[in-house]
Every structure is written in structure tokens, then in C-alpha cells.
């Protein structure tokens, strides 16, 4: 087991679209920081915000990171060589689990981080830093972990339903369906579902203001084990296919 | 015998829309004894590859059971190591170099990167070993197929058409490949369509059509199975030779202006000696057996079943 999440983890490490999304990220990281540097205004202890603005392209990201870490398996054969080496198949999608969601969480993360540097070179040489004071870092801290959390969950959503469909572009088309036109037609349609959306769930786990989410109707740390929730069952029952249909 | 596969009544089928269902394999027996080469033939759709697939616990049978080194797929996990494989187009990442694909494989197993080496240069790859596996010909790619499934040093190979895409020379090197694999006391199963290749290859073979098992056994047997055979004798004077054998009491016709003598092959001495004590000596001797081809053709129904099953 060990070599398996060995090599599922090299493998996630080396591939190129980690490498490619990396690059661009650290590229927007930069040019951010070129632009509040020239800008002269930035205020650090506007952090968190900037952080919370982020989840959006890191969830996306996640999703994008989780379908391919399977998809790209089905699509290349590649599954039938993995299984020949370790036919037990619950290992084999563990560890392609574990390696994918441990990747995301960690680059979400660190993504966050270098921003966070970013920008606090840039408030020191040419900005403010006012106010950061423990809370401040405290608050930065949360939320960073909060949105790395959420694109780890979305990842196990775009690996739950690559892994089913067995393709990337499933899991990609059917979560933008899902998320753009299935959720905003039950908002305008049937409000009182709302509690069982993905999108509010996660806007109020990222924000932590359940006042501006009245019609959920939990905490923060509800909305997150709701989308843990549903994240894990999508890979229970992928797990379940996995294990159970033929590989041609 | 020692069996390291076992096939009982193997049954697959596959359902499809409507309801239909197609029968891959029909009540499949097969046993392969353990060391040396083992052909598996069949035409397209016969049910080749997935029996392989049975066997490797990738697809479930419907009926029947399978086992490798004495295991079925459930229990697979504990022979897996002694097991390498392909089947149908090996896959490696393409853009990972042929050497990170075997280290990725490889540290599943906990193969170290000094086998690695090995096994790159056993098949011919160890130049190109750093390109990405997607700049390499369908034979290198191939090549790249057996060194995955060498890199475990295993027991027993199952090979899935190892040959294809491979160009005359990659051909030859796979055919000696799996004859030292098979000297070694390896057992080399595998599933090929170039009947010539077989027949060059395997000590024993079997012959699949529509998913159930027509021959098997060492392969002059299978050859030789409803067969007539016998001598072929070319000789300059045909007449005299003819009147020769016959006086020892021996079958022969002239046929094609060759004789065609009644005697396994096992006994052509007796004809060179019976021949040349008459101060006849003959220009050519050889079996007169079907060929593996012709045997395949004649067992099969010579019609492919791709597309039906």
C-alpha cells in the first residue's frame, strides 16, 4: 500500500497540468503583487477578503485537478496496467483518492500562502499594514484553510463523477451543468431547497457569516460537514462502481 | 502436470442495449502447464483477450472459474507479484519518459530503479529511455509493454499479442525474447494471431473459437491431429526410388514428382538408409504435416468473429 500512494503521489507531482495550472497561479500571484506595488494602496489587513476571493478559481481549479487525476487513467487505458500490478481495487482507488485530494488541499494552500507573501511584500514596500495584528492573522489563517478545504472537497466531487463516467470532460460537464443551471433554476424555483445547495453551502463555508445565508439555516462548520457529506458519498458510490464493473 | 493456469467452463457475456447479450466466452477449459511457451490462438473476437482479462480479475466471468498460480482473481493480491502482463496495447502515460513510467510502476511492487535499467536495456530501450513516451513508434511502444511486464521478474508472463506493430526485426526479437523467457523455466502464455510465430515459439498452444477451446496439446500434436502425415522424398529418378521403397515394404506414391512416403517423420532414417543402400541418395527430405495455419483455418471456421460477439 505504501508503494501504491507512493506512486500515485510522484505521479500527481509530475504530471503536466499540475504543473501548468502551478505556473499560471504563481504568474497571477506576481502580477498581482506588480499591480498593488504600483498601485500604492494596498491595505494587508484586507487579507482575508483577497483569500476569499480566491476560492472560486482554486475550487474550480481543485475540480478541474480531481476529474483529471482518474479521468486521465480511463481515458489513456492506464487502469488496466495499474491493475495489474495491484489487482485489489479498493487500494488502487484509495490511493489515487488520497493523492489527489492531499495535492489539491496542499496547492491550495501553499497558492494561498505565496499570495499572502505577495502581498505583504507589496503593503510593506508601498501600501499599508495597518492592523494586522494575532486576530488579523488568525482570521487570514481560517479562511485560507477554509477555501483549501473547500477545493479539496470540490476535487473529490470531480473525481467521484470522473471516476463513474470514466472520463474527465463527465465529471467537467456535468458539474458545470449542475452547479451553473440545475442550482440557480432550484434558487429561483423552489427556494426552499436552498439548504441543499452546493453553491450557498460553500459560499457560507468560505465567507463564515451565516447571517448573510439566511435561508440555509446552519454554521459554517455545518455547511462544511454538508459538503464533506456529499463529497464522500459521490466517492462511496464511485468507489462501489469501481470495484464492481468490468475494465475493458 | 503442474498447472499455473487453470480454466474451467469459463463463461462470459456482455449485455447490450436493448437487452441483447453477446456471448464472449462459452464454457472455456483450459490448462497450461508451468515453463516454456504456451500459444493461444484464435481468430478476432474468439474470446483471447478476454480470457486474459478473466484471469487478471479485470473483467468478472459470468460463469465458470479461473485461476493463476493456483489463485482466483479474489485472491489475486497474493500471486500478483509473480505475475507480469499485457494485454492489448500496453499503456504508459505519453508524456512521461519510458523510464518514469517503469519507476512509477515499479514502486508499487517495490522494484528498485536497478531493475529498471535492466529490463529498459533487455528490450532495446535503454538509448531512447528518457524520451517521452509519446515521441516512440507503436514497436517501441510495445517494446515498452514487455518491459513493464518484466520488471517483476516474474514467473509467469502473459503476453496479449506482444508482436503487434512490431516490424520484422522487433518480431524476431520477441520471438527470441520469449524463447529464453521460456528456457528460463518461466511460463510464457501468450496470445498471438501470427500463427507462423507460434508455431516457431511455443512448445504447446490451444485454439480458441467462439469462446470455447477446439485444440490443444504440444504443437506437433495439434498438427498432426487428423492429419495424415508423412515423408516428402525428391529424387532424381523418381521411378527407381518408387520401386525401391516398395520392395522394403514401404508406403509410397509419387505425387507432384515427389514421393510421398507413409512413414511419421520419426522414421525418415529408414528411408535415407533403405534409399541409399540401392545407391539412390535423395535431394530433399521433409515432413509432410499440415501447417499451423492450415490447422487453425480448418479448426476455426476461418471466418473472424469480430464485430458479432
Known amino acids: 500500500m505504501r508503494g501504491l500512494l507512493a506512486s500515485e503521489f510522484r505521479r500527481f507531482r509530475s504530471r503536466r497540468l499540475v504543473k501548468v495550472l502551478i505556473a499560471l497561479e504563481l504568474l497571477a500571484i506576481v502580477a498581482t503583487g506588480v499591480i498593488v506595488f504600483l498601485t500604492q494602496e494596498y491595505a494587508l489587513v484586507g487579507l482575508p477578503d483577497v483569500l476569499m476571493g480566491t476560492s472560486l478559481v482554486l475550487v474550480s481549479v481543485g475540480w478541474i485537478l480531481g476529474a483529471s487525476a482518474i479521468g486521465a487513467d480511463w481515458h489513456a487505458g492506464h487502469v488496466t496496467t495499474i491493475l495489474s500490478w495491484e489487482p485489489r481495487r479498493g487500494r488502487v482507488l484509495f490511493a489515487k483518492i488520497a493523492a489527489a485530494l492531499t495535492g489539491v488541499f496542499v496547492l491550495s494552500l501553499a497558492i494561498q500562502a505565496l499570495l499572502g507573501i505577495a502581498l505583504a511584500v507589496a503593503a510593506a514596500g508601498a501600501g499599508s499594514t495597518t492592523g494586522t495584528d494575532a486576530a488579523w492573522l488568525a482570521e487570514s489563517t481560517g479562511v485560507a484553510l477554509r477555501v483549501a478545504a473547500l477545493s479539496t472537497i470540490f476535487a473529490g466531487f470531480g473525481f467521484g463523477l470522473a471516476s463513474a463516467g470514466r472520463n474527465t470532460a463527465v465529471a467537467l460537464g456535468v458539474g458545470f451543468g449542475y452547479l451553473v443551471i440545475v442550482e440557480n433554476l432550484v434558487r429561483g424555483l423552489r427556494p426552499q431547497w436552498t439548504p441543499w445547495l452546493l453553491t450557498d453551502n460553500a459560499g457560507l463555508f468560505v465567507v463564515d457569516s451565516p447571517i448573510d445565508f439566511p435561508l440555509l439555516g446552519r454554521s459554517t462548520i455545518g455547511a462544511g460537514l454538508y459538503l464533506a457529506t456529499v463529497g464522500a458519498t459521490l466517492l462511496l458510490a464511485a468507489s462501489a462502481l469501481f470495484r464492481t464493473r468490468d475494465v475493458n | ?309
Open chain 2, 1 to 309: 502436470m503442474d498447472t499455473v493456469i487453470e480454466v474451467e467452463g469459463l463463461r462470459k457475456e456482455y449485455r447490450r442495449v436493448r437487452g441483447n447479450r453477446t456471448v464472449a466466452l462459452d464454457g472455456l477449459d483450459l490448462a497450461v502447464p508451468r515453463g516454456g511457451v504456451f500459444g493461444f490462438l484464435g481468430p478476432n473476437g474468439a474470446g483471447k483477450t478476454t480470457t486474459i482479462r478473466c484471469l487478471l480479475g479485470l473483467v468478472r466471468p459470468s460463469g465458470g472459474r479461473c485461476r493463476l498460480l493456483g489463485e482466483e482473481p479474489s485472491g489475486l493480491h497474493r500471486v500478483i507479484g509473480r505475475v507480469g502482463s499485457i494485454v492489448e496495447s500496453p499503456t504508459m502515460y505519453p508524456r512521461f519518459s519510458a523510464r518514469r513510467n517503469l519507476e512509477l510502476l515499479g514502486r508499487i511492487s517495490g522494484v528498485g530503479r536497478a531493475r529498471v535499467r535492466e529490463v529498459l536495456d533487455e528490450v532495446g530501450l535503454a538509448e531512447r529511455a528518457d524520451d517521452q513516451v509519446k515521441t516512440y513508434s507503436l514497436g517501441m511502444k510495445q517494446r515498452l509493454g514487455v518491459a513493464g511486464a518484466l520488471l517483476k521478474d516474474p514467473e509467469v508472463l502473459i503476453l496479449d499479442e506482444p508482436a503487434n506493430g512490431l516490424d520484422p526485426a522487433g518480431i524476431v526479437e520477441v520471438r527470441e525474447l520469449m524463447r529464453r523467457l521460456g528456457s528460463q523455466g518461466r511460463t510464457v502464455f501468450v496470445s498471438s494471431h501470427i500463427l507462423n510465430e507460434v508455431q516457431q515459439t511455443a512448445d504447446r498452444l490451444a485454439i480458441l473459437a467462439k469462446g470455447r477451446q477446439v485444440a490443444t496439446g504440444p504443437v506437433y500434436e495439434v498438427l498432426t491431429a487428423g492429419h495424415a502425415t508423412g515423408l516428402l522424398v525428391r529424387l532424381d529418378d523418381v521411378a527407381e526410388g518408387l520401386r525401391i521403397l516398395g520392395e522394403a515394404g514401404i508406403d509410397a506414391r509419387v505425387d507432384d514428382g515427389l514421393i510421398r512416403v507413409g512413414l511419421p517423420p520419426a522414421d525418415a532414417a529408414r528411408v535415407t538408409r533403405t534409399l541409399a543402400d540401392r545407391g539412390l541418395y535423395l535431394t530433399e527430405l521433409r515432413a509432410d504435416e499440415a501447417d499451423l495455419e492450415t490447422v487453425f483455418l480448418e479448426l476455426t471456421g476461418g471466418a473472424s468473429t469480430e464485430g458479432s460477439r
